[in-house]
């Protein structure tokens, strides 16, 4: 076949551009600093509550929901559950000693809803659970670490869920509104970010839509439970949550911040979508996506209703505001934090068949409630990015700029933290540990990651602090104790606390030094230069 000089160097071109972005990349990385991000930025590590604490009945402690789900035989892998974690009721102090040795300076956390209300309103405020993250918040503050503090995530008593039906009930929002008046009351003083509602999204979609989180509630061909409804009890539940984060956040609006002058926002799980194909019925599909996942929480609260798209397909079954619950619920929030882990395709299910044949597909995208699309990680057998330890995280670190980008354009560049970002490693069956220390694929992870975040905040995005998933390796929800995320290795056995490479590498990026990495033998060394 012959080719045309005009074809050659057309590629030709394509090609040198492709090396270009690709070493500007590399140069981007390697030259990374702390400096290229604003003053006054935060940057830190972020845990949850359930997946680290432990002490699941101590000093009056109530059932939470993921206490009674974590016991349900076959729910989470290796029959793992959160009853110890990773101690952190009684090792607090250490790990704040930890943060402190990293650099951090925020760290951003969750409180047990059923260690300060073990019944909920049903019974009364434990105060032995409200003296230990008033210490722990103190030992933060000690150390010159800035407290950033979720209300909940995922977890809460579990007599709400026997008593109301958990967030598919109205009276989860009174609930919730409670919780956080004890809570600002408490902590207030000291605590000056806060979020309500970790990853509301995300929580619909895996307890009401794929039934694999508490209450384990789902349809074909989602899910196989003993019941629900997939199609429309996630639009429930989320319409509720979104309604007790406006109701709490007026509550701190109105009486604790002209006081304490703090900022209160809500987390979403997002995901960036690209077309499957190169067409416009997939780059539809992948603007859905984004719509369907993400502005179903941030439109309401930032607009006042639900995206226009999501009306369109879900009609009916989609709960509507009333006048004053727009009024309650536009503006709400202060800021928007964003949990990205990674970049999928997206393609469209109205004009084209779709059916899952990997593991990074969720099935279900001939139903409205996914918005007539599926996501997945491959095209063709090649994977969108490098995959991880987890079927749906691949490493595209543009999806980062993209994301933010995004976000800045849809709500008018509403302040942003990127609240999580982290890289999946799984349990090692036939390495050493001392191999899973040396985790330079996350070391690359954040640092491309951040490189991505330090470009779109140079294109004018809101961004005001950086939070690795996370602190230390933990429960992570049904995946149990077999994916890894931490900058600090835990061990099963003696629950010690081992820093990774990547502990080492933030706490040269955060101190402005840089690491050189040599290995000799079995060991590996590190060499600091300023």
């Known amino acids: ?277 190169n067409n416009d019925f997939d780059r539809d599909a992948a603007h859905r996506a984004v719509l369907f996942t993400a502005a179903w929480v941030f439109d309401p609260l930032v607009h006042g209703d639900y995206p226009p798209e999501m009306r369109k397909y879900l009609a009916d079954a989609l709960p509507s505001f009333t006048s004053d619950e727009r009024k309650l619920i536009k503006d709400s929030i202060d800021f928007m934090g964003i949990n990205h882990y990674g970049t999928l395709y997206a393609k469209d299910c109205i004009y084209s068949s779709c059916v899952c044949s990997n593991s990074s597909c969720i099935a279900g995208g001939d139903h409205p409630i996914h918005g007539y699309l599926i996501t997945l990680g491959e095209k063709d057998g090649v994977s969108i990015g490098e995959p991880t330890g987890m079927s749906r995280f691949f490493v595209v670190p543009n999806g980062m700029e993209e994301i933010v980008d995004y976000m800045k354009k849809r709500y008018h560049n509403k302040p942003m933290f990127v609240t999580e970002n982290g890289y999946a490693s799984l349990n090692p069956t036939t390495a050493q540990a001392d191999e899973l220390q040396h985790d330079t694929k996350r070391v690359e992870f954040h640092k491309s990651y951040l490189a991505s975040l330090a470009r779109a905040i140079r294109k004018g995005a809101d961004v005001r602090g950086y939070f690795i998933w996370s602190l230390m390796d933990n429960f992570e929800w049904n995946s149990g104790y077999e994916l890894k995320f931490g900058l600090y290795y835990v061990d099963r056995d003696t629950l010690d606390r081992v820093p990774k490479l990547s502990a080492k590498w933030y706490t040269d990026f955060l101190t402005n030094k840089s690491l050189n990495a040599e290995k000799k033998g079995n060991f590996v060394t590190f060499k600091y230069t300023t």
């Open 1 to 277: 076949m012959k080719i045309s000089s005009t074809n050659y160097f057309s590629c030709l071109f394509f090609l040198c551009l492709l090396l270009f972005k690709f070493v500007n990349s590399f140069e981007e990385q390697k030259n990374l600093k702390k400096s290229e991000f604003p003053d006054g930025f935060l940057f830190g590590t972020t845990t949850s509550a359930y997946q680290i604490e432990g002490a699941i009945l101590e000093d009056g402690k109530g059932l939470s929901n993921w206490d009674v789900f974590s016991h349900t035989k076959g729910r989470i892998n290796n029959g793992d559950t959160g009853d110890v974690a990773d101690d952190h009721y009684h090792r607090f102090q250490e790990d704040v000693e930890l943060m402190h040795s990293v650099g951090l300076n925020s760290y951003r956390f969750s409180i047990s809803w059923s260690r300060v209300l073990p019944r909920g309103s049903f019974g009364k405020v434990n105060f032995a659970g409200v003296t230990f993250y008033n210490e722990l918040i103190d030992s933060l503050l000690l150390r010159g670490i800035t407290p950033f503090v979720t209300l909940n995530h995922h977890d809460h008593p579990h007599e709400l869920e026997e008593k109301h039906g958990g967030w598919l009930n109205p009276m989860m929002q009174e609930e919730f509104s409670y919780f956080a008046k004890i809570c600002f009351e408490s902590f207030g003083d000291r605590v000056k970010y806060w979020t309500t509602i970790n990853e509301p999204n995300m929580f619909a979609e895996m307890a009401y839509v794929r039934g694999v989180y508490p209450p384990a509630r789902c349809s074909p061909p989602f899910g196989n439970c003993s019941a629900g409804n997939s199609d429309t009890e996630p639009l429930v539940a989320m319409h509720n949550m979104l309604l007790a984060h406006a109701k709490a956040a007026k509550l701190y609006r109105e009486h604790f911040q002209p006081k304490h002058g703090g900022l209160i926002g809500i987390v979403v799980h997002s995901f960036m979508y690209k077309p499957l194909r």
